[in-house]
């Protein structure tokens, strides 16, 4: 017998509510912008590096999540690696179903672009559907022939809406945080009419050839433990310069509780990964 969740607008509010107490970061400030369809977040450490911008993809299955409930988790990263980072509030389903929030951030990725950034500087990090977006949206840029960004980094990523993973049985008592029931109905709900295997719905199934570099970050006792097994072992039969570090014990989501000692060590390897990579660009230039 699964446990229930509240109906989506009361799950809304009480994650909007239990993340108040989660505060941006020392010397980070936030201001917010209204685009058309969707509305997001500047969030601007001090002593940044002009050039560099982090695109943040939230997550929350498609159906909840929005800045301010990922507001602090962003900006320690952003501080982290000295960037100014587009923290977006896309559009979610069942309302605005699929290809609503990867529209949206298409759209977001094309307005880095109009304002200056050049793709090599720009970094991507998504946790769980946002993970998941991060990579549909890089399938949308090959599609269109638009320059990949630097690197992106994938939390818990939410990889396969099908729901094939073997984890998602074998982790459920584990890993009550996700109700595997609830993450079917709302995969649906994402989904709407088209197929669930559609790779920009369930970016495990696309094909990952020339990928920037990837680091995933998961737990071993998670529900979407499988999802990363089985996206990273894609990415390395690619090519993709794939970094996968694994925890033991923790449930689905624990980056965002900023003062366990896990959630700090998992950001501050994020931090690492990025600035090794942005060092990497630098050296390659200078000796080119």
Same mark, same amino acid.
């Given at each position: 017998m699964h446990w229930k969740l509240p109906p989506i607008n009361h799950l809304r509010?009480?994650?909007?509510?239990?993340?108040?107490?989660?505060? $941006?970061?020392?010397?980070?400030?936030?201001?917010?912008?209204?685009?058309? @369809?969707?509305?997001?977040?500047?969030?601007? +450490?001090? &002593?940044?590096?002009?050039?560099?911008?982090?695109?943040?993809?939230?997550?929350?299955?498609?159906?909840?999540?929005?800045?301010?409930?990922?507001?602090? $988790?962003?900006?320690?990263?952003?501080?982290?690696?000295?960037?100014?980072? @587009?923290?977006?509030?896309?559009?979610?389903? +069942?309302? &605005?179903?699929?290809?609503?929030?990867?529209?949206?951030?298409y759209f977001a990725y094309s307005y880095l672009l109009e304002k200056g950034y050049q793709p090599e500087n720009i970094v991507i990090v998504g946790d769980s559907a946002g993970g998941g977006l991060a990579i549909a949206l890089q399938y949308e840029l090959k599609d269109y022939q638009i320059p990949l960004p630097l690197c992106s980094v994938l939390l818990s990523p939410y990889l396969d809406l099908t729901g094939t993973g073997k984890s998602l049985e074998h982790n459920a008592k584990n890993d009550r945080f996700l109700d595997v029931f609830e993450m079917r109905k709302w995969a649906t709900m994402y989904g709407g009419d088209h197929d669930l295997a559609n790779p920009m719905i369930s970016p495990l199934f696309g094909d990952l050839t020339d990928f920037p570099p990837i680091l995933v970050q998961a737990s071993r006792s998670e529900v979407l433990y499988d999802d990363s097994i089985r996206f990273v072992k894609e990415a390395k039969n690619k090519g993709v310069e794939i970094t996968f570090q694994q925890w033991h014990g923790l449930i689905h989501w624990w980056h965002m509780f900023g003062t366990m000692p896990e959630a700090k060590d998992a950001i501050d390897k994020i931090i690492a990964f990025i600035n090794e990579k942005y060092k990497r660009k630098r050296i390659k230039k200078k000796s080119a």
């Amino acid at each position: 017998m699964h446990w229930k969740l509240p109906p989506i607008n009361h799950l809304r509010s009480l994650l909007e509510t239990s993340t108040m107490m989660s505060t $941006l970061p020392w010397g980070v400030s936030f201001t917010k912008i209204e685009f058309d @369809l969707f509305g997001a977040e500047w969030l601007h +450490p001090q &002593n940044i590096i002009k050039k560099r911008v982090l695109l943040y993809l939230h997550g929350g299955g498609y159906v909840i999540g929005s800045p301010h409930t990922h507001r602090a $988790l962003a900006g320690k990263i952003a501080k982290g690696i000295s960037a100014d980072c @587009l923290l977006i509030d896309y559009r979610k389903a +069942p309302e &605005n179903p699929f290809p609503a929030a990867l529209d949206d951030a298409y759209f977001a990725y094309s307005y880095l672009l109009e304002k200056g950034y050049q793709p090599e500087n720009i970094v991507i990090v998504g946790d769980s559907a946002g993970g998941g977006l991060a990579i549909a949206l890089q399938y949308e840029l090959k599609d269109y022939q638009i320059p990949l960004p630097l690197c992106s980094v994938l939390l818990s990523p939410y990889l396969d809406l099908t729901g094939t993973g073997k984890s998602l049985e074998h982790n459920a008592k584990n890993d009550r945080f996700l109700d595997v029931f609830e993450m079917r109905k709302w995969a649906t709900m994402y989904g709407g009419d088209h197929d669930l295997a559609n790779p920009m719905i369930s970016p495990l199934f696309g094909d990952l050839t020339d990928f920037p570099p990837i680091l995933v970050q998961a737990s071993r006792s998670e529900v979407l433990y499988d999802d990363s097994i089985r996206f990273v072992k894609e990415a390395k039969n690619k090519g993709v310069e794939i970094t996968f570090q694994q925890w033991h014990g923790l449930i689905h989501w624990w980056h965002m509780f900023g003062t366990m000692p896990e959630a700090k060590d998992a950001i501050d390897k994020i931090i690492a990964f990025i600035n090794e990579k942005y060092k990497r660009k630098r050296i390659k230039k200078k000796s080119a």
